[in-house]
């Protein structure tokens, strides 16, 4: 946990010992579940810590104006809560939704969230799709963030409805996204957004290139978006 504390310190975040002790837990958790079921491809200590913890932390780099309790937070495509879980192990005074499709993910959110003693979590086991329709939910967040949940263009499709107008939609890219990037701004127009910057980020002991892409919600997403399940994959917006 030494890198975690080390390196979450370079990211701006001093983390309390029982903060350290959530993300032990988490560790623990993850890895153990991992067992049984595909969470996660990293099994490494040391990597849960840079690959998944830190790298969940940079998301913050992209609100400098920080989060209020008045501030609704939704990770879209969670899977096993990257970035959210450790958001809200930051700020616990955040309320947070999970969307996960996958049940079985979702299950294990909800034992997480138990374990981790966290309150003003809400998990929503459904697709993307469906979710962003639902009132309760749909531009109804100042923050949306999302990590591998599919390539760019998809993603934004399935993000944006979300974010609230006047709100931000941050999406973890690595590798070489800058076409992608190219290829979503189209898209992410036609859902209401605008993408005001892809800022390379640097995650402590990791050198692979990521990246925040960061979009403003800047008007309704038209009620035709997202496309029904499956759609926003099959055909990419463009
Ligand atoms: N954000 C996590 C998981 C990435 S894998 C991380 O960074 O580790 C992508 C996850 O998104 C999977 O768990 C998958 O079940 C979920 N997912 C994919 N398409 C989705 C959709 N349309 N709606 C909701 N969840 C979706």
Redesign the pocket.
Known sequence: MERLIAGAAALGTDLSPDQVAQFELYRDELLAWNRTMN??AITDREEVATK?FL??LTVFLALPQGLTPATRLV??????????IPLKIVRPDVPLTL????RK?ARFLEHLVERLELSGVQIVA??????AHLPEHREAYQVVT?????RLP?AVE?TVPFCAIGGVVVI?VKGDFGPDVERASGAVERLGGHIRECTPVTVPWLDDGRALVIIDKLSPSPEAF?RR??M??KRPLA
């Open positions: 969470l996660t998944l790298d969940s990770d879209v495509g969670s899977g096993a809560g990257f970035p959210g969307v996960e499709a996958t993910k459904a697709r993307a799709e469906d979710a999302a990590r591998a949940l599919a998809i399935l973890s997202p399940a499956g926003p994959a």
